[in-house]
């Protein structure tokens, strides 16, 4: 099993080394391809061939560097050099001196038309070169003009979505609080209902109370004979019980009466004992009871207090 | 409107123009009064005597102690007179005493001292009372609380029990060096004397009617046992050594004998009476549950003691007759024991168990079935009435782990005065008749 298996894995291992080979040799003719060195580089490279090198360069016709996968300047030794020069120097004839001498004049002629030639296509090559430098600095500040304009845009853009969300987070606060305003002002009339409610309730308590007040006043009226006389009777026992400090003798079956002298104001200025079975303490004790419920309170309505006043001690507990 | 003016209009009449019998239509009728302590200022007499003894806070100590007076303080006091003619009274208005007590201590013939007080009413300017009393320097204490003792029947109606004795137990150390004493003091305390002391415990002690004598429970012996004493030479009885427990004497009326709790060999402690003069014992109870601290009712007729025969201790009374039977008396709470009758039969204090756990004194009208707590401890106990039925002194316990105090309260609640030992603690007060 584990043998088929190292097999099978070598064989992807190959597999996946080959393909990748082929991929990277891809990659590398590509990169080699867009890696050219452009065009206008070719001139540089001729700068370096001297004049001797173009003599047998001009007989060989060399033919134009083309623009494209042209291999680079070959040195010149493999220039097949020209065939009279391989055969050796004759002698000369005065035919071939007149020969030599046109034919000097010609490879003179020729010499400096492929000087001239030469420069021209230096210059070609150079005005090629400033073009194409023109044009890609042309490029280049076309590129940073659609650049800077893809970031004025960019930049543009941020800001709207800036300004956008500012707006909308605006918004969003102005809606809360239009809400909380709109939640308050609710409250607030509910209050306003509330208290108008209790206030309308309160009016109908008061107008409840008015009218038992009214009906009490009358039964109290209607109780004429007995009502204010009574009231002040009461207030006036209650004041003289108070100070009552009934000593153990004070027990049921005792009676004693007081004859209490007052002045206009309700203050007693004299008490005297009339009728009692109390013994001294009890007698004591009663006397000091109404001195110190001096003074007594006042009648009702601005009735004079009356200037004697007969209370009676009789404990029943 | 017009009927209230017509009905003014003859009150106007009755009360100005009317003969006196028409005026008698104004009729005012008191049927109760308040119960409160009375005020008072006992103003410091004059020449204050050598021996230091401060009449006036003697006096003042007494009334305030029995909880039906309050005291103005001295720092309160408007003026300091010694004589009613000193007295200003309209000064005295304001200070809101309802009465005043003024004195002097001079000099008397056979080198003793005189006491002269006047009772005023502050409001009225009357005298009430005044009166002089004649003794020796050392007896100043005494002739003070003579004065309490008019000015509280005065004002009171009450005879005043100042002048009076009380027995306590009062036990001192801890452990093998404890000691238990009895003692007899005046009644506000002071004046102590040691009649008996010893290592083991002292309780229950009694005076004889005439203040005499003082029978109580002794464990000297290791075993109680019922002693009678004399109280001026010391010279004492043993009346009963039985077997089981010999307890809780208490003398008859006439001081002839003596109800005691004896539990015999059978271990259920009974009522028995014994004569003093013969030794006869005369077995009053017969339950098989507890019955113990039996109090003569003042008629020498019955006697009041504590039974568990109804499951809680409760408080009985039976005849001494032949053939009585016990009938219960109190109902009011759970537990009620203890009992103690007033001089004049009609009250019976007693301690009760409130519920929360709390041991107070109760008083019980005997007539109307009435029961009333008066004083609000977490353990009371031990109450005795003064010889005026009018004050209760107590065994009080103040907290937990503190010592215990006696302390005085009116049988109506009016708290009185504690009195607090000089060291250890003070229980099972007694309080002795009048003596004069």
């Known amino acids: 099993m584990s043998e088929p298996a190292r097999d099978r894995w070598l064989s992807i291992g190959m597999s996946v080394l080959l393909h990748g080979s082929l991929v990277a040799l891809l990659a590398i003719g590509w990169w080699h391809f867009r890696s050219r060195p452009p065009a206008p580089s070719v001139p540089i490279d001729a700068t370096v061939v001297d004049a001797r090198t173009l003599k047998g360069v001009g007989t060989a016709s060399t033919p134009a560097p083309k623009p494209k996968p042209a291999p680079p300047a070959q040195p010149p030794q493999q220039v097949p050099p020209p065939e009279p020069q391989m055969e050796g120097p004759p002698p000369p004839t005065p035919d071939e001196m007149a020969m030599r001498e046109q034919a000097a004049k010609l490879e003179a002629q020729h010499e400096a038309e492929a000087q001239q030639e030469l420069l021209a296509r230096q210059q070609a090559a150079e005005a090629q070169r400033k073009a194409e430098a023109a044009a890609a600095e042309q490029a280049a500040q076309a590129r940073k003009a659609e650049e800077a304009k893809a970031a004025a845009q960019a930049k543009k853009l941020a800001e709207a979505k800036k300004a956008a969300e500012a707006t909308k987070l605006a918004e969003a606060r102005k809606k809360a609080e239009a809400k909380l305003a709109a939640e308050k002002k609710a409250a607030e009339e509910k209050k306003l209902a509330e208290e108008r409610q209790a206030a309308a309730d309160r009016a109908a308590r008061l107008a409840d109370l008015q009218q038992s007040l009214q009906e009490e006043e009358r039964a109290q009226a209607a109780r004429a004979a007995s009502g204010a006389l009574a009231s002040w009777q009461s207030q006036i026992t209650s004041r003289i019980q108070n100070a009552w400090i009934k000593p153990p003798t004070a027990q049921p079956g005792i009676l004693c009466v007081l004859n209490v002298s007052l002045v206009p104001g309700g203050s007693v200025t004299g008490v005297s004992i009339g009728q009692c079975n109390g013994d001294d303490a009890v007698r004591q004790s009663i006397q000091t009871a109404v001195y110190n419920a001096s003074p007594l309170p006042p009648p009702p309505n601005g009735i004079p207090f009356p200037r004697q006043l007969i209370i009676t001690f009789k404990p029943t507990t | ?436």
């Open chain 2, 1 to 436: 409107m017009a009927p209230l003016l017509r009905i003014f209009l003859a009150v106007l009449t009755a009360a100005c123009l009317a003969p006196p019998a028409a005026r008698a239509q104004l009729q005012i009728q008191i049927t109760s009064g308040v119960t409160n302590p009375v005020p008072i200022a006992v103003v410091p007499f004059a020449e204050a005597p050598t021996d230091g003894t401060d009449v006036a806070d003697v006096v003042q100590h007494d009334l305030v102690g029995s909880g039906r007076f309050t005291a103005l303080a001295r720092d309160r006091m408007p003026a300091r007179p010694t004589s009613a003619a000193d007295v200003k009274f309209a000064d005295w208005k304001g200070a809101g005493s309802d009465y005043m007590v003024v004195g002097q201590v001079t000099p008397a013939a056979n080198g003793q001292l005189a006491v002269d007080f006047n009772l005023l009413n502050t409001l009225t300017g009357q005298s009430i009372a005044r009166q002089r009393f004649l003794g020796t320097a050392a007896a100043l204490r005494n002739a003070a609380h003579r004065v309490s003792d008019v000015v509280y029947r005065a004002i009171t109606g009450i005879r005043g029990a100042f002048a009076t004795r009380i027995a306590y137990v009062a036990v001192a150390g801890a452990g093998a060096a404890q000691q238990f004493q009895l003692v007899i003091a005046d009644a506000d305390g002071y004046n102590q004397h040691l009649i008996l002391q010893s290592r083991f415990p002292i309780m229950s002690p009694a005076w004889s009617p005439d203040g005499q004598w003082i029978a109580y429970v002794s464990f000297e012996n290791h075993l109680s046992a019922v002693y009678v004493q004399r109280v001026l030479t010391g010279q004492r009885t043993r009346v009963s050594m039985r077997a089981g427990i010999n307890g809780a004497p208490a003398w008859s009326p006439d001081g002839h004998k003596l109800v005691l709790t004896l539990s015999g060999d059978s271990g259920h402690p009974q009522i028995y009476i014994l004569d003093l003069s013969t030794q006869h014992l005369t077995r009053i109870t017969h339950s098989p549950a507890i019955n113990t601290e039996a109090v003569w009712a003042p008629d020498g007729r019955s006697i009041y003691f504590t039974s568990d025969r109804a499951g809680e201790p409760q408080i009985y009374r039976i005849g001494i007759a032949p053939g009585s039977s016990p009938q219960r008396i109190t109902f009011t709470d759970e537990y009620n024991a203890g009992p103690h009758v007033s001089p004049d039969g009609k009250l019976l204090a007693m301690v009760t168990r409130d519920d929360g756990g709390n041991y107070r004194i109760a008083v019980q009208n005997l007539a109307s079935g009435e029961f009333k707590v008066l004083t609000h401890g977490r353990l009371d106990q031990s109450p005795s009435f003064a010889p005026n039925g009018a004050t209760i002194m107590y065994a009080e316990r103040p907290g937990r782990g503190q010592a215990g105090i006696l302390a005085t309260i009116s049988v109506d609640g009016l708290t009185g005065l504690s009195l607090k030992p000089t060291q250890g603690e003070v229980r099972d007060p007694a309080w002795g008749p009048f003596t004069h």
